[in-house]
């Protein structure tokens, strides 16, 4: 790092570029849904003049991308609980209530994101989530990190118990989606052509309700609950420790987690890859056992891997270009929605089924390119975005200027 940069600065910056990183990310997992390529068949896909370079795609987003960059997110958020309730205190203010609060409005945002522009939402989760966090602040550090490690491995523990049992609780929120399919007429076969061919907000948002079922449905049969919390608590163990604050302090540390992160979840991500794509062939506990392995230690390795190049040369103009969507991470992600809808969507450009998966892949790195040049222009004028702006009134129930005063 430049010694130049002072604590505060490398905090903020090193936080906001791993949170715009975050997004180039989600934007890679998800736009293979927005461009509807993932409804397809195995025989729409193979059919495609890009079928032989979208199986490479595949793989790469399955190995590299795959549950890697929610690991970020959801890491940086229990950073962000932390620093909220430090900041309050030196303020002299109550942190728990601002943060209540915070995540009451983040619910309310993340139930209209869900219903309204996209069935794979994930703000509903953090906020509901979120509301555990208090109850894990007082805890010693090393039994935070026993209960990040729990949760963490519950998952496997779940899909172990329904192996053994048989009995699967999700399969009654997955039921209840079916049923709201069929009143519409919405079938797994016609998933693609019905947001392709959609040519009103109407046909979406009967899709996105139906959606919501299964996204209900996913946090379920997925552990994604037990998942995010543990994330959640290795993030409030590293806000509370300082250590994002003091990253020239940890130096080792972040190499040991570095290579332990590629060391380990590297070969596992390929493990887990080839069981996703061959139908978990050793069963769903062993494909879990290669998701937590891969998924947690590989995201980790972004993140330490990152801050080590950041301290090693903080004047990369990488660093600002990532940070402007990231401090605009919620109006970002957003965005991202509305530009799928808008490109894939028959209410839109109607893209939707015509692209292959690198061509979307390539949608999706434009959209947050485009992302990162409007968040600079905007953050020129305005301190943070849009909806940031209208999340920081309604948390605390007051009116603040949006445009600088300089």
Known sequence: MGTNVSASKQ??????????FALLGIALANYPEFSLYSF??????????????????HWFLMIFVDGKFYTIFSVLFGIGFSMIIANARKRGADGMRIFYRRMMV?????????????????????????????????????????????MLALPILCDLII????????????????????????????????????????????????????????FVSSHRCFKVLGLFLIGLYIGRSGIHATLSEHRQLLRKVASWGFGLGLPM???????????????????????????????LGYMSILSLIYLKNS???????????????????????????AIFYGVGMGLGC???????????????????????MWLRWFPFGPFEWVWRMLTYGRFFRLRRDD
């Open 315 to 341: 004047e990369l103009p990488l660093w600002k270009a990532l940070a402007s969507p990231g401090r605009m991470s919620l109006t970002s992600y957003l965005m991202q929605s509305v530009m799928g809808i």
């Open 269 to 299: 991500s390929v493990a887990c890859a080839w069981s996703s794509v061959n139908g978990h062939p050793f069963g769903n506990v062993v494909h879990a056992v290669f998701y937590a392995f891969s998924s947690y230690p590989l995201g």
């Open 354 to 376: 015509s692209l292959g998966l690198w061509q979307t892949s390539l949608v999706a790195v434009s959209v947050f390119v485009l992302e990162t040049v409007v968040s600079s």
């Open 106 to 150: 983040l619910v309310i945002i993340g139930f209209m994101h869900l219903m309204l522009l996209w069935s794979g939402d994930i703000l509903l989760l953090y906020a509901l989530m979120g509301l555990l966090l208090p109850l894990f602040y007082g805890l010693s550090d090393r039994t935070l990190l026993r209960f990040s490690a729990a």
């Open 163 to 218: 192996a053994i049992t048989g009995i699967d609780p999700s399969q009654i929120p997955y039921a209840l989606w079916w049923q709201w399919c069929d009143r519409f007429g919405i079938t797994e076969d016609n998933f693609a052509t019905w947001l392709r061919d959609s040519d009103s907000y109407v046909g979406v948002l009967q899709f996105l309700v139906q959606g919501a079922f299964e996204r209900m449905w996913e």
């Open 40 to 57: 397809l068949s195995d025989a729409e896909t193979s059919a495609m003049p890009t079928a032989q370079s979208d199986v490479w795609m």
């Open 11 to 20: 905090r903020l910056v090193v936080l906001d570029a791993l949170r715009g």
